[in-house]
């Protein structure tokens, strides 16, 4: 019940807050002055609120449960994204001042295809990323309402969708700051708390030792939904369906929908696709080959190090940075905020295999960080706790999934719509922009009904990969070289994105381990370098096409305040309301 | 375009503006070290961050040690990496920043 309430709060507060800053900042029409102002603390706020998302405040806790410390890596890269962005393209991109990938690419290459190509492949990457978000609020609703899945997920889909379509919470700086605090606050207040009450972390031995996740004394009760597959991992009996059964050791059972009980002390079945072990292999942060060896771990990394750049949502922030050096200390303290909040999803992590077993069975460990506050504190402090988690993913859901709406939109009425047939005036495209929020729903809701069995936290590492795999190699090579041309760029984006979502379907169909396993489901170590290699090869064929690279690169690297005439900035418009930036480049 | 050098100096803002042969070259110069700094902030951080895995997956028995009850690999990668990140990207923003700074006592801005 508080937790309900805590999720409608938190809800109306960011919608209502939004809506009214946008009023405000109209009023005293100078939202784009007001912008410009941010300090590097508040933008960096902004940009780690708009960036922490389902996939940070449930997937990670989630996947660190199920398979163990190798999911360590993902926080590690989704920080490390964040430096390699700073070293390579914070400040050229704020000083070259196109607002949108899909800007970026036309001016710099010269080519209008360019932004063509660009903007699918934005809305392959901002989709891949919202399914998952959706797939956060249709569990937690769950979790705390009771209410089915799909409900959840229409209805948050249905509410972001109205909110970026009436105009709220776009690109407002503070209430995005403010989403990143509440987040921090919810994720780790409850953890230290219990950390605190439980006087640390309990059951060494199953975290670290020889121990796998056992019932606790007084035995273990799961409700199913539906019939699952599960493997027991010692010879135990339990009860189900009106009757005793027995399994064997490494039997494989489908447990029928409803009760399921097993005895104290039993080694708890797993759901198929988690493979828990013993604490000492769940522990290690780098197994010895196939889903957790050393290729999965450096691909992982790959992919999440160049695929922040890639991310649309994310890089239109920046501009709110007055110049190219204030882009970097924004950047800068970015990652120590990121650091700040990746503290602790891992807590959860062990507290979930300690406490909650019974997510190992029904292979909901996506749900983790709302179950551990009221098992590990029974009671009305539990319950307290996890109302605040509830809120606070909440608050993850509907800031990320309002800016990748954002992106989605701008990019079907902008740069899709557009050069179909030329929108008639501001009200035309307003209207556009809206019915583009509303449609660019449509197919998340559908496929985030769909992927209920999917963890938060791979399909967020799917949209990372194809970022790295497309985008990165386009700015790296864009910003700082010469040679790059549109045909080389064109050609090395459709390699990457081709490889990249083509391995991602392939390990979704057919049921590979090992290494080929391993690849399929992670792409970017092969994928990268041969999107970069291709992106090179065709530039250097293509060279008598290569764009006026001198005026370019003054553009992109010149510092501000020379006075100069090609240096001279675009002036950065408002957030227009009707969304879509017009490429800002003169 | 032409200068006869007696009625008025030319800066290298002035040829940076008019893309001459000399503003290629300040150009091309302030890019080189722009770029030679961010590589070698990278090679630091990919230095770093890639030989952990490798440490890890060669050196095995790691695990045996613990620190505060919780093993040492796993300490590894949760706790040193991110301070790194953040001196790494701090190190390098001072140093871009005076590039920049150097570029524009050169240039001679307004």
Not at chain 1, 234 to 239: F, G, I, K, L
Not at chain 1, 287 to 310: E, K, N, R, W
Not at chain 1, 414 to 437: E, H, K, Q
Not at chain 2, 17 to 23: N, W
């Amino acid at each position: 019940m508080i937790a309900i309430l805590a999720v409608v709060a938190v809800t109306a507060g960011t919608l209502g807050l939004g809506t009214w800053t946008v009023r405000f900042a109209r009023t005293t029409s100078d939202l784009f002055v007001a912008s410009r102002a941010v300090s590097p603390w508040w933008n960096a706020a902004a940009i780690s609120g708009e960036y922490l998302s389902a996939a940070s405040f449930l997937g990670i806790a989630g996947l660190v449960m199920k398979d163990g410390a190798v999911a360590l890596w993902l926080p590690v890269g989704f920080t490390a994204g964040y430096l390699t962005l700073l070293l390579f393209v914070a400040a050229p991109l704020r000083r070259y001042g196109s607002y949108t990938i899909s800007d970026f690419a036309e001016a710099r290459l010269g080519s209008p295809r360019m932004r063509l190509l660009a903007a699918a492949i934005v809305l392959g990457i901002t989709g891949f990323y919202l399914v998952p978000q959706l797939k956060g609020a249709g569990i937690t609703l769950e979790q705390v309402t009771g209410a089915p899945y799909w409900l959840g997920v229409v209805v948050v889909g249905g509410i972001v969708s109205l909110n970026v379509a009436l105009g709220g919470m776009r690109g407002i700086t503070y209430v995005q700051a403010f989403q990143f605090w509440l987040k921090t606050f919810a994720i780790a207040l409850p953890a230290c708390v219990l950390l605190i009450y439980l006087g640390g972390l309990p059951n060494h031995n199953t975290l670290f030792g020889d121990g796998v996740p056992r019932a606790p004394a007084e035995g273990l009760s799961v409700t199913l939904d539906q019939p699952q597959q599960v493997v027991f991992p010692a010879r135990s009996s339990y009860r189900a369906g009106g009757g005793v059964h027995q399994a064997r050791k490494g039997e494989r059972v489908t447990l029928p929908a409803g009760e399921v009980r097993l005895p104290p002390d039993a080694a708890v079945p797993v759901a198929d696709g988690a493979d828990t072990g013993r604490g000492v292999k769940w522990s290690r942060p780098v197994g010895s080959g196939g889903s957790d060896g050393p290729l999965f771990v450096y691909s992982l990394l790959i992919a999440t190090v160049l695929g922040t750049m890639g991310l649309p949502h994310i890089l239109v922030r920046f501009y709110t940075s007055p110049d190219g050096s204030t882009a970097r200390r924004t950047t800068v303290r970015v990652l120590g905020l990121l650091w700040l909040f990746y503290l602790f999803p891992v807590v959860y992590a062990m507290l979930g295999r300690a406490l909650a077993p019974a997510l190992y069975v029904t292979g909901q460990t996506d749900s983790v960080v709302l179950r551990v506050p009221e098992l590990a504190w029974p009671g009305e402090p539990g319950q307290l706790l996890s109302a605040l988690v509830a809120a606070g993913a909440f608050a993850a859901f509907l800031s990320t999934a309002s800016g990748l709406l954002v992106s989605i939109s701008g990019t079907i009425s902008y740069d899709l719509w557009s050069r179909v047939r030329r929108p008639r005036g501001t009200l035309d495209r307003r209207r556009r922009f809206r019915a583009s929020a509303a449609v660019g729903m449509v197919l998340p809701v559908v496929l985030a009904l769909g992927a209920r069995g999917l963890d938060i936290g791979v399909l967020v590492g799917w949209a990372f990969a194809i970022a790295a795999s497309t985008f990165c190699p386009m700015f790296l090579l864009g910003v700082w070289w010469r040679g790059l041309t549109a045909p080389g760029a064109a050609a090395g984006m459709t390699v990457g994105a081709l490889l990249a979502t083509g391995a991602i379907f392939a390990g979704l169909a057919i049921d590979a381990g090992g290494t080929l396993g391993s690849l399929l489901t992670q792409p970017a170590v092969i994928s990268v370098p041969l999107a970069f290699a291709t992106m090179i090869g065709v530039s250097l064929a293509t060279r008598e096409g290569r764009p006026d690279a001198d005026a370019q690169l003054l553009a992109l690297h010149a510092p501000e305040g020379l006075g100069l005439a090609q240096l001279e900035r675009a002036t950065v418009p408002a957030a227009e309301p009707d969304g879509p930036l017009p490429a800002t480049r003169t | 375009m032409r200068d006869d050098g007696r009625t008025r100096r030319r800066t290298p803002r002035d040829e940076l503006a008019e893309a001459t042969a000399h503003g290629e070259v300040y150009l091309r110069r302030l890019v080189r070290a722009q770029l030679a700094l961010s590589i070698s902030a990278l090679v630091a951080f990919i230095g770093l961050l890639g030989a952990l895995p490798l440490l890890l997956f060669l050196v095995p028995h790691l695990a045996s040690i613990s620190v505060a009850g919780i093993p040492l690999p796993l300490v590894l990668v949760a706790v040193p990496l991110f301070p790194l990140f953040v001196a790494i990207g701090w190190t390098y923003q001072r140093r871009a920043d005076a590039l920049d700074e150097a570029f524009r006592d050169l240039v001679g801005g307004p």
